[in-house]
Structures are given as C-alpha cells and as structure tokens.
C-alpha cells in the first residue's frame, strides 16, 4: 500500500468533523467511524479528503437484451449510448437465459454468447442476474418428443449446466418463472406444463432450485412470479414447508394499464414480507403514452400496430416512477428492483415502457429516477477532513464509497445498513 503524503501530518489541527449524513430511509443508512492511517499506523490528522460514493448496495437493475449483439461485435452504433446510459444509473442487470432462443437445437446453447454478456455487465462492476432457468413459456419445442422422465432429466441437466458454466458470473437466478399457472397453462403445449401436471407445483420448484444448486451450490436463486395474490403467497408457503430454500421472493408487475398506486403496492410487500425472506421487485414499467384499458386481464392480449410515447404521459411515466420507487426503496424487506427495459425500441408489446425513447434521447423518468439514484439517495464529492485522531465519521446509504487524497490516492469504505462501524484504512 501507499503511504499518504507526509505533509498531511503536519498540517493543522482541526476540529472533529461534523459527520456526513442524509436524512430518511434510516434502514437504507448506515455509519462509519473512519480512521486514516500511516502504513506504520499512526494517524493522519488534519488531512481534508473527499468522500464520494460509488455503488449503492441495493440493487437498481434494468435488462441488458439490447447490448447482447453489441457486446459480441455486432455493428449496433446505438448500442455504445446505450451502454453508458444503462452504466450511468444501474448497478445490476437481468440477461434472458429462455431456453427456446438459448438452445434451438439440443445440445447447441449459446452459452459463449451470454457468458460474453455477463463478463462485459461484470467488468464494470454490474451484478448479473439469469433469467430464467425454468419456464413453461419459451420450452424449447424439441422437449415435446421426450417422455415425462426424459424430459424432467434433460432439464434438471439443462439448469445445472447453466449455474455450472456461469458460476462467479452470474451470482443469482429466477430459478423457476411464474409457477402459480404452470399446470394451469394451456396457451401452447410445452413438456414444462406437461410434466408440472404429473408432479405438482411444489416439487416443480424443488426440481428447479435442486439442480441449480448442484450446477453452483453458491448461487442466489429466487422464485419468481406475476402472480401477486395469495395464490402465490400460499405456493411460497408450500415450498417452505417442504422444506425447499428460497434465497428472495420476486415479484413482477407490469404496470401499462396505470401505476397501481402506493397503497396497493404496499399491501403486496406485506403480504409477501411476512415469510421473512428478501424481495424483489424483478419486472416492472410503467408506460410514457396512452394506458391499456382496464378490462384487459392478459396484458398479451393488447395489440396495437402503434403505441407512441406522448409529452403527457412521459410526465406521468416520470412522476409515477418517482412514487414507485420511493414505495419500493422505502420497504425494508425490498433489496432490489430490475426495470424491465431502458428503451422502447423492441419494448415488450411495443409498449412505450423505457426510460429513453427509441431515438436515444432521456425521457424526464430517466432524469427523474437518476435524481433519485445518483441524487437524493447518493454522496457526491464531499470534501472531509480528519480530526487529531485521524478520524471523520461517515453516514449514507448502504454501499461502497471512496476516499481520495489530494494526489490522487485512495481506499474504499463499504457502509452497511444498519450498522455502526469503525474503519481503519491507508491511501493506496
């Protein structure tokens, strides 16, 4: 390690530092007494340095579908903006593992070409996120000529391999997706469903998670759903009980027929906060143009040839946002939520849903939830200097920050929610 400039201890003494704190979220905060050494341990008193944060521990993720090509030499000159505009407010990212488009063939996975993927998210310090390893929607169509025990094999392979061959890459997975209807599911014959009838909802996930854990016993899988009623709620509960570990609860909810408001959204946290596990929030938009009408209960049902993005609707797209995620962010049980597209070129259902129109261009609920992320909820630059003792006390929101000299030189502090710590630490 580097030492920090000498003359640092020669500088004047100074007051103890009033501590750096933002205020609300208090189960997002949390303290560090920081003490900066010598490499011989003797303090750095008097020394100003900035204090800036650069990552936040919980996770703002978006998907990552559309740098996909880029990322393995395809010649999208959209992608390098879109690329920074993602790197610029998301520190996580979903990737699409759908087994249909990841192995067309039996026996041909493209595994090199995610694998690209997530290495490029990974790199710059994004966490990657596999979605999903088992889902009656996408079945490859090739799975249909295998018999029930044939099929429960190649596919309790086919998750095994994923976790195996992308462990310390992808850290976590939608082990299984959207399991409430899976037995019920009749809008395409799949093997999934198929087999799901013979064996029931609970031993489907059990089979899911099983052999994800034996391709990467490390790996953090949650078990995901559209599905926000008790229905769901009673499927966890079953899972529990028998005994399967659940590592988080996803919940999706896409909102293109209007925000559903703080008070609903909360009565859903709660009836899943109460199994005691992490939630997360792994879909959800809001759409910037006219609101898909109400009575429509398959949202793929609606099919327009043209859904714009409209002036008064992106004012509501950035104004619900900022509800939305203060709700979520304001619930401790949520650890994460994943927004389900930056653009809206290729949006789902052609819905106007990014946060950048398909030109390019920042919506305001791009800005309005970088104001959130990289404003409210985060420290800028900060200039701190120590006491006699070498010591300024630090408060923020959970995650990792960094503390400069003024050549340049620096260490990071990781701050945890919750807790109080002290911190010895030399510039490097």
């Avoid at 398959?298 to 327009?304: E, R």
């Amino acid at each position: 390690m580097i030492v920090p400039d000498p003359a640092f201890a020669t500088q004047p003494t100074v007051p103890a530092a009033a501590p750096l704190t933002l205020t609300g979220l208090e189960h997002r905060r949390g303290g560090a007494s920081v003490r900066v050494e010598h490499a011989d341990g003797t303090p750095v008193a008097g020394a100003c340095l900035t204090v800036e944060q650069v990552r936040h521990a919980f996770g703002f993720g978006n998907i990552g579908f559309d740098l996909i090509d880029w990322v393995n030499g395809e010649d999208d000159r959209a992608a390098p903006l879109l690329a920074q505009q993602h790197l610029d407010l998301f520190n996580a990212v979903t990737l699409p593992f759908y087994w249909r488009d990841f192995e067309p063939r039996r026996g041909s996975p493209a595994t090199e070409r995610l694998l690209a993927a997530a290495r490029w998210f990974a790199e710059r310090g994004v966490q990657v996120k596999g979605h999903t390893l088992l889902w009656h929607t996408l079945a490859p169509t090739w799975l249909l000529d295998l018999s029930d025990a044939q099929a429960e094999a190649v596919m309790r392979a086919r998750i095994s391999r994923e976790t195996r061959d992308f462990a310390g890459v992808v850290d976590q997975w939608d082990a299984i997706n959207e399991a409430v209807i899976l037995p019920v599911f009749t809008a395409e014959a799949n093997a999934v469903t198929r087999l799901a009838r013979a064996k029931g909802r609970v031993e489907m996930v059990r089979m899911a998670f099983d052999a994800a854990r034996d391709g990467d016993p490390h790996a953090r899988l949650v078990l995901n759903d559209f599905d926000l009623s008790e229905d769901y709620a009673h499927l966890i509960e079953d899972c529990l009980s028998a005994g399967i570990q659940i590592d988080a609860i996803g919940l999706q909810t896409h909102m293109h027929q209007g925000y559903r408001g703080e008070e609903a959204t909360l009565e859903i946290l709660e009836r899943f906060a109460r199994f005691g596990l992490p939630l997360q929030m792994t879909e959800t938009t809001l759409v910037s143009g006219h609101l898909m009408p109400p009575h429509i209960v398959d949202l793929n049902d609606y099919q327009v040839d043209h859904w714009p993005s409209t002036p008064d609707g992106e004012a509501r797209q950035a104004d619900d946002i900022v509800r939305h995620y203060r709700t979520l962010v304001g619930h401790p049980a949520v650890e994460s939520i994943t927004y389900w597209g930056l653009t809206d070129a290729g949006a789902w259902l052609g819905a106007p849903a990014g946060l950048v129109r398909a030109d390019g261009s920042l919506k305001p609920s791009y800005e309005a939830l970088h104001a959130l992320i990289k404003g409210e909820w985060w420290l800028a630059p900060t200039e701190v200097c120590t006491d006699d003792s070498g010591t300024f006390d630090l408060t923020g929101f959970a995650g990792e920050y960094r503390v400069s000299g003024p050549d340049g030189r620096s260490a990071s502090v990781t701050v945890a929610a919750g807790r109080e710590q002290r911190v010895s630490l030399t510039l490097a």
